[in-house]
Structure formats: C-alpha cells, structure tokens
C-alpha cells in the first residue's frame, strides 16, 4: 500500500534558523507531492506541489521543496523561519487514482522569538 | 477562508447520540470529501462524492453515513460513535475527482468531535 512517512512529529526552532521537514513516499510509479500547513485554528493550505519538471519546487512564504527521485524523497525548506511559521506541515502524495491523497502524519513545528 | 465552511466548529457527544456535521462549498466545485485527523496519525480519506454520486468508502465503519444531497453540501451523519471517534473531521472540495489531472482540493476549518 501507498503511504508516506514524515520523520519528525515535532520540532522546535528559534527564529531565523533554518528549518528542513523530512518526507518519503513509498510508490514507485509517478507521482505528485505536496506539502499542505494548518496553521494554529485554520484550515489546511496548500504551501507548494510538485508535478513535473525542475525538482526544486518554489512556494508560498518562501518555502521550498525538492523532489528526489532516487531517494523517495520530498523534503521542505525555509532558509530562515519566523515566529508566524508555526504551524503543522503535511506532506502528500498522489498517484495513480484521480483526486486522492495520501497523507503523512504532520510534522508540527513551533518557532520560538 | 477557503470558500468551504464546516458546522458546527466544536461538537460533543455521548455514545448513544445521533448528530450530524455539515459542509457546504461556495466554490462551485462538484468533488466533495470527508477526512479524519487523529493526532498523531495521517489524515484519513473517509468519503468522495463527485456530482452527488458516492465514489469511494474508505471501508468506513457504518456508524458514520454521509450525504451529498447536491454538490455544495455534504453532511456526515452519526450514531452510536465510539470514545475512539474523537477526532478533527475535515471536509474538502474540488472541481471533479473523477479527472485524470489533478485537481486542488479546498478545506473546511473542520469540526472537533469529542464522542464521551
């Protein structure tokens, strides 16, 4: 069975650390990536995906992902976290059928001023 | 706000209850979908419904029925829900489901449901 595996379920930084969030997808067939955040009492958010084309996913919030094939990999990347970056991160892929999404468990991150 | 509103947002309830949650899309989108967020664990596909026809049942226990009366409502109907029911229920929409490319799904805000 599809599934995905974010390696830490939470992590703590200070501000303007940089912050790397692990995910890997067992599938090997193609595949789309996301990465989804909720931040504290809101509604989840699409952050970046990744289709086709250049690995390196630019998104919103200068958050970026890079999608390495080789490795099942799709792990997220801010250079310099802020306080407002609170928030749980969910990594997700697609494949083969249609609209359905299969999510990791959530990673969530708290910055501290 | 995403253009999907969920009711109620808080939701407490004894095990022999019957309740229901609400979903409705301004979106004009025609897929709807029910998730289970438990801590700790992935989201959990439960439900698709695209133009009001139900196409997938995450082998869901029947304590929990929906329905999608048209495609800018969707209600999941509750009964005799266990303590292990607990869990944010999130509600998403998206244009169609049943198309090859995909397509962005929209969430609700979710509703708390503590089943005591």
């Known amino acids: 069975a599809q599934s995905v595996s974010q390696h830490n379920h939470h992590v703590i930084l200070s501000e303007a650390a940089s912050l790397e969030l692990g995910c890997n997808y067992s599938?090997?067939?193609?595949?789309?990536l996301f990465w989804y955040v909720q931040y504290p009492g809101q509604h989840l958010q699409l952050l970046l995906k990744?289709?086709?084309?250049?690995?390196l996913v630019k998104g919103i919030k200068g958050f970026e992902a890079e999608f390495i094939k080789s490795k099942f990999s799709f792990n997220l990347r801010k250079p310099s976290v802020q306080w407002s970056d609170t928030a749980e991160y969910f990594c997700a892929v697609r494949s083969g059928g249609y609209n359905k999404l299969i999510f990791g468990a959530g990673t969530r991150l708290a910055v501290h001023p | 706000e995403t253009g999907v509103t969920q009711t109620p947002r808080h939701l407490v309830m004894g095990m022999t209850n019957k309740k229901s949650l609400k979903c409705e899309q301004h979106l004009g989108h025609n897929a709807m979908y029910w998730y289970k967020q438990s801590a700790k664990k992935p989201l959990e596909l439960m439900f698709v419904?695209?133009?009001?026809?139900?196409?997938e049942n995450n082998s869901v226990p029947s304590r929990f029925s929906p329905e999608c009366p048209n495609s800018s409502h969707l209600f999941l109907h509750l009964h005799t829900l266990q303590p292990e029911d607990s869990a944010l229920y999130l509600c998403a929409s998206s244009q169609d489901s049943q198309r090859v490319s995909y397509n962005e799904q929209f969430f609700g805000p979710g509703t708390r449901l503590t089943v005591l």
């Open positions: 419904y695209n133009f009001k026809e139900q196409t």
């Open positions: 990744y289709f086709s084309g250049d690995p």
């Open positions: 599938y090997g067939g193609t595949v789309n």
